[in-house]
Every structure is written in C-alpha cells, then in structure tokens.
C-alpha cells in the first residue's frame, strides 16, 4: 500500500483498474486490488492466524477502554489496531496463549501515581488506593481508568472516567458471580483527555 499526494482534482477513491484508493486519518492510499489465493497456507501462516485470531478475541471486550487507553499511539494507528499491535507483540505466545501481566490496556507518556494497590471488599467491589503525592507532569485533576477482567467469561467491567488522581482513592463495583477471577489494570488519563499513562497490571483477585 502506498501513500499518495493529491493532485489538482484531489485524492483517488475507488478502484481503477487493479488499483484501489481509500484514505485513513485523512490521508490518501493507493493498494492493490485484492484477488484470490492460489497458494497453499503454511503452518507458519496458519499459526500467525491463530495468534491473530486469540489477540482479536482477548480485546475484543475491552474496546470502550482502549479507544481511550491506546489514543494516539502513532499519528495513524490508535485504539483496538494499536492494542492488538502490541499485544502480538509482547503478550502472547507461539499457541495464542497471552499472559495478562504482560499485556497493556492503556499505552502512553503520562505519569502514574506511585504505590498503586487494589483490594477486594466483603460487598463484592474493588477498592483501589494511590499515593497523592505529585508526580513529574501529573495534574490532581487527572482521572484515573479502571478494568476489572474476566478474561475466562469474557466479561469486562470499567471506568474510563474515574475519581481524580489527588483522591487517592476509588471504587470499581463489577457484578462478578461468586468464585469469578478477574484481572485488574489501571491507568492515568490527563485531565484534558489528551494523553494517558501506561497501563499498571494489579494481579488476578477472586470474589
């Protein structure tokens, strides 16, 4: 695929010939009309599908978190592309297995808080605490996002629009059947939603 400068009739859109134009962000593709395999699939390649297929299936869930948590991640890929991106490359096995630790769910240069903690509280919630003291270009006003997921289910519960970072606290209430594990992440999102922090892997709790 590649990129093209419009000329004095603008952008191409449409096939013409074997030759498509599409435009992504605002910027004008030309790419190759697609046409049928007649190679036989590898086990390479059917293997690079299953990883494609399980990173697909992981986020799936999670994509009101990402819109926010993967924003801006390059000047033309962002959100679930930009999650799935990273996820195949540092969170997932040869087997399509991923490892939640090793996964993020928001991506950025925003500061986090330091000693970030979760529990879970006898009525079914989760309580998270931070420390308040203020961090290299972090504001008070910065909200906090917060995941709880159940990965084995495939039942997300979040908040992307959390309690402030000079509150030094906040509850997640997921409706979790008893005997659910989850795995918990939290991030930083500026206060004028312009960037976020990385993601902060909490551990699996049990309800």
Not at 4 to 25: E, L, T
Request: aromatic share 10%; charged share 25%; hydrophobic share 35%.
């Amino acid at each position: 695929m590649a990129r093209v400068q419009p000329g004095i009739m603008g952008a191409v859109s449409g096939k013409v010939g074997n030759v498509i134009g599409s435009s992504w962000k605002g910027i004008p593709y030309l790419k190759a009309a697609h046409s049928p395999r007649t190679k036989k699939i590898s086990a390479k390649e059917k293997a690079n599908r299953q990883k494609f297929k399980a990173a697909h299936e992981w986020l799936s869930p999670l994509i009101e978190f990402l819109r926010q948590g993967f924003k801006g991640y390059t000047p033309t890929v962002e959100g679930f592309i930009a999650a799935k991106s990273y996820l195949l490359k540092n969170a997932i096995d040869a087997n399509g297995k991923v490892d939640p630790a090793l996964a993020k769910v928001s991506f950025g240069s925003l500061s986090n808080s330091d000693n970030i903690k979760v529990k879970s509280t006898q009525d079914g919630h989760l309580q998270f605490t931070w420390d308040t003291t203020p961090v290299k270009e972090g504001y008070g006003r910065d909200q906090i996002m917060l995941l709880a997921y159940d990965i084995k289910n495939g039942n997300a519960f979040l908040n992307v629009a959390g309690e402030f970072r000079e509150s030094g606290s906040a509850i997640l209430e997921p409706f979790f059947k008893k005997g659910t594990s989850c795995h918990v992440y939290i991030s930083f999102v500026a206060h004028d939603r312009s960037r976020q922090s990385d993601s902060v892997y909490l551990g699996e709790v049990k309800f």
